[in-house]
């Protein structure tokens, strides 16, 4: 029987604010699982800690609620011992990018096939509006004493850079295009960044919804005037066609290039592609030729109760 | 006449000492000998001065002593550091073009222990130099065999007519090793026989190598005279292998079923990891490979992350780790709690705080394992006390996991992980494998925290099919969404900790405490000083006197109960320990309510031998001794 979209919704109460970015991700992911006919039961949502961190217990498949910080560690895990989960990690932009940071250059380094959406929101939303790594130098959100003494983390750039092989960014209310970036990131073999553009309605009084509509432009041109706009509408090419360096550079050159606008123009979409560098399980049946049909969490470790893995070579070699 | 012979090679880091001592170790043991050898090394990766002691004897040991029989120094610092352990009628093998070298030249020995070497030279009125300390050695009653290396090589290369040989250095371990097989009549042939298995990729250089040793060996037998001690062989017990430190619980993860393996790069915890992957592909009995994934990670919060992703799709999952990285695992040590995850961390400590004494031993974080975790959750401290049933415990430790499913810190040590021993074959028929309620499918509706009347929930595992939970790192209902209700939250707080009795009530008790014998005088310990006890309290038997000795393994939950039960008419307690507070001490105290008459501890980072186990318990029985005894033997 074909799944409906309400499948994939619990009936957890869900307590994020009114007119929250957040609820367009979660429809957003719900109805991309909806569609991509995902079974329940072989899907993982990993979730870090704070608003966002709550996802996985909205919707109906295997749910991870994480640590601060050490979602794509989690994820990994169970990903790599189990290669035939459908694993998706979400978190916010302090979690993934602040006190995170390490793990996701990392992860982009071993390129395991799974997806990892980031909440970007500028702020730290549950403990009230703290500046996170994505606000930019010298901005004060409302609840900031004083305005933001750091530069900003650029999480397209930092994901192009550490070797993510999918690279998009969202917006949280473009629910439909963001449901088809994370179809296009789920089935991308490798790993997918989804940098999610989402209004914090409580915190950040900056980069609001009117704000990314272009609200205040439109007063200045008398039209309307959205900074968001899509780049297979200006026919941005993300994809690595060939395995040559010069190609690969120039595609890694050019997603960091788009990643820098910012300000009254807004780019969404596909920044990079690369499915011609190696998914991490393909580098571990180099050397363990049945993981993946015979992976960690699928193995035979006993019979009767007594162990069937034969260490007796080993033991002989020892035996003096 | 029983032997009991221990023999000491040092040189700079990275001049072969190690594997010198393994060739040394691996002979004594094919000649039937029982092996102790434990290594001592700086944080360093080339020149600090690095030793490896060798015990070898004709019975079951299971410790260093403070005497050395025989010494070989191919370098000046190993003679000015090690002289005075040389035992009456032992000797010292040594490069004659050392002797004039004084202190000041040797750039790698610290001041502190320049102006202690000093100040004895100066009290017994001997030069600073090499031939100075050695004239202190002989009038010990050690004998002196002085040979020039170089010039060794330099015959050599002329026999050979291979000018190459000439100032090898490289082969200096080599040529050690065979003069002292030499000096104590030891037959040459596994000797030749373990540098071909050293070098079995490598035939030119094996050849080599096996010209200098006997060349080295005829020397020795040729011109070095008089040494009381031979070493001709003696029956070897079958079933015996030689034991590098981490096998057993490498070789133990092999065979209960530990398939994911991830860890950040510590001293000496990581040797297990490599040693895992080196030996990834298993062999499985009537069935296809099976593999141990071991992930190296960016660090060890990461390590801890992977293994509870990994360990919640049912694979049995761990990682090796040391203090400072055990350290940053805490948090997620208290998620796996909170969420029931079944894992076993195995901790190989060293000398802490911070870097601490990052090469040197301490059994420094037993109360950091209990505690460690904020918030209150339960989990399995267990200790091993040597590597031949750190094998069997890391069965029992996967089994605690998967059956109570809660976190298991396996306790190790550098003590434990830097020895090669002689041992029975690790037995893999005697691990079983349990794994507890862990489900292969579902039926109806499923909880993953289902409030059961054992208080132990049907565990499903990511990817079953009708399986679906929910984690998280909040307290959570039956499903494992999040709740902040009281009433919940009373109950899952009750079912979690309830584990912490049932633990105490169902592990058997020779799984919870090894009791080698209980007397008026009876020591309690834990870990690896178990070894040195053993032969401490051996000696004192044939002293005729008798002292008891609980070797505590589980210590988190403590068995109160069964301790009280064992020491009720013991009349002095005895705790020994590697650590500056006497950790197990506490605990007891804590929980048996009882003192503790006196206390043998020692933290210079150096393990403990049987010798000054002995000599502290001697002073004990004589009712000489301190409250509190502190070792520290040990360059």
Not at chain 1, 235 to 249: G, Q, R, T, Y
Not at chain 2, 410 to 436: A, Q, W, Y
Request: glycine share 8%; charged share 20%.
């Amino acid at each position: 029987m074909a799944l409906k979209l309400a499948d994939y919704k619990t009936n957890v109460h869900n307590d994020w604010c009114p007119g929250c970015g957040d609820f367009g991700i979660v429809n957003a992911l719900q109805m991309a699982l909806a569609e991509m006919g995902v079974q329940r039961d072989k899907a993982v949502i990993f979730s870090g800690i704070g608003c966002s961190g709550k996802t996985s217990h909205f919707i109906n498949t295997y749910g991870v609620h994480t640590l601060h910080g050490r979602v794509l560690t989690f994820a990994q895990g169970a990903k790599l011992a189990n290669p035939n989960l459908t694993v998706v990690a979400v978190g916010g932009d302090g979690d993934g990018l602040g006190i995170g940071a390490g793990h996701f250059v990392a992860a982009g380094r071993r390129n395991v096939d799974m997806t990892y959406i980031i909440f970007d929101n500028g702020v730290y939303g549950l403990t009230k509006g703290q500046a996170s790594p994505t606000l930019k130098l010298g901005e004060k959100t409302k609840s900031l004493p004083t305005p933001n003494t750091n530069y900003n983390v650029n999480p397209i750039g930092l994901a192009v850079a550490s070797g993510f092989t999918f690279v998009a960014r969202g917006y949280s209310y473009d629910v439909r295009h963001l449901k088809d970036l994370i179809i296009k990131a789920v089935n991308h073999k490798g790993l997918s960044f989804l940098d999610v553009l989402q209004p914090c309605p409580t915190y950040n009084d900056i980069n609001t919804r009117d704000w990314y509509a272009g609200v205040d432009l439109a007063k200045e041109s008398m039209e309307r005037h959205s900074r968001i706009y899509k780049l297979e509408d200006v026919k941005f090419d993300p994809m690595v066609h060939i395995d040559e360096e010069a190609e690969v550079n120039e595609k890694l050159a050019q997603a960091l290039i788009k990643s820098l606008e910012w300000g009254t123009k807004i780019p969404i979409g596909v920044f990079y592609q690369n499915e011609i560098v190696s998914q991490y399980r393909d580098r571990l049946v180099d050397k363990i030729p049945n993981y993946v049909e015979n992976s960690p969490s699928e193995q035979n470790i006993s019979q009767n109760g007594l162990p069937s893995t034969d260490i007796s070579k080993i033991l002989n070699s020892l035996e003096v | 006449m029983p032997i009991d012979f221990s023999w000491l090679i040092g040189g700079p880091q990275g001049s072969g000492v190690e594997s010198g001592a393994n060739v040394f170790a691996k002979v004594c043991a094919e000649m039937g000998y029982q092996v102790f050898g434990k290594r001592e090394f700086y944080s360093n990766i080339k020149g600090e001065h690095s030793y490896f002691t060798v015990r070898v004897s004709d019975k079951k040991i299971h410790s260093n002593v403070n005497d050395v029989t025989l010494m070989v120094a191919f370098d000046a610092e190993t003679i000015f550091r090690h002289f005075d352990e040389i035992s009456t009628n032992g000797g010292i093998i040594y490069d004659s073009d050392l002797e004039n070298i004084a202190s000041d030249d040797v750039h790698t020995l610290d001041e502190y222990f320049k102006e202690r070497l000093h100040k004895f030279l100066e009290s017994k009125n001997k030069p600073f130099t090499i031939s100075g300390v050695l004239e202190i050695a002989k009038e010990n009653g050690s004998s002196l065999f002085p040979v020039s290396f170089k010039g060794l090589l330099a015959d050599l290369a002329d026999k050979t007519a291979n000018p190459k040989l000439r100032g090898l250095v490289r082969m200096y371990n080599v040529l050690g090793v065979s003069l002292s097989l030499g000096l104590i009549k030891m037959t040459p042939d596994s000797l030749l026989k373990s540098i071909e298995s050293i070098f079995s990729k490598k035939p030119l250089i094996a050849e080599i190598n096996k010209q200098a040793a006997t060349f080295a060996y005829d020397y020795s037998i040729n011109n070095f005279h008089n040494f009381p001690y031979a070493l001709k062989g003696t029956t070897k017990e079958s079933n015996t292998i030689l034991a590098q430190g981490h096998f057993g619980t490498s070789l133990g993860k092999m065979v209960c079923g530990c398939r994911f393996q991830s860890y950040y790069p510590i001293t000496p915890a990581s040797d297990e990891s490599v040693y895992l992957e080196s030996n990834e592909i298993l062999e499985v009995q009537n069935d296809r490979p099976g593999s141990t994934l071991v992930i190296q990670t960016e660090d060890e919060i990461s390590a801890i992350g992977m293994l509870i992703g990994s360990a919640l799709t049912g694979a049995r999952s761990s990682t090796s780790t040391s203090g400072p990285g055990f350290a940053l695992m805490t948090e997620a040590l208290g998620w796996a709690g909170r969420n029931e995850v079944p894992l076993v961390i195995t901790l190989y400590q060293r000398s802490g705080p911070s870097t601490g004494l990052p090469t040197r031993h301490g059994q420094d974080d037993l109360l950091f394992a209990i505690n460690a975790g904020h918030g209150d959750f339960p989990k399995i401290v267990y200790a091993s006390g040597d590597i031949e049933e750190s094998f069997y415990d890391t069965g029992r430790c996967f089994n605690y996991a998967d059956i109570y499913q809660i976190p298991v810190i396996h306790m190790m040590d550098k003590f434990l992980s830097s020895s090669v021993v002689t041992c029975k074959k690790f037995e893999p028929k005697k691990i079983t494998i349990n794994r507890g309620k862990l489900l292969t499918h579902v039926d109806g509706t499923y909880k993953r925290f289902h409030l059961t009347d054992d208080g132990i929930s049907p565990r499903s595992k990511l990817g079953l099919d009708g399986g679906i939970f929910w984690n998280t790192g909040d307290e959570s209902d039956e499903y494992g969404h999040i709740t902040e209700d009281p009433t919940v939250r009373i109950n899952m707080m009750d079912k979690r900790m309830s584990r912490l009795d049932m633990i105490v009530n169902q592990v058997p008790h020779d799984e919870q405490i090894a009791t080698f014998g209980i007397s008026d005088y009876t020591i309690i310990s834990w870990g690896s000083t178990k070894g040195p006890i053993i032969d401490a309290i051996d000696l004192l038997k044939k002293e005729g006197f008798e002292i008891g000795f609980l070797q505590i393994k589980l210590i988190h939950p403590f068995p109160t109960d069964y301790v009280k039960s064992l020491l009720k008419d013991v009349k002095i307690i005895i705790d020994v320990e590697a650590n500056h507070s006497a950790q197990l001490g506490k605990v007891f105290k804590q929980n048996v309510l009882r003192d503790i008459d006196y206390y043998v501890v020692k933290y210079t980072g150096r393990g403990m031998t049987s010798t000054e186990i002995y000599e502290s318990l001697k002073k004990i029985l004589e009712n000489k001794a301190n409250h509190r005894e502190v070792l520290s033997h040990g360059a």
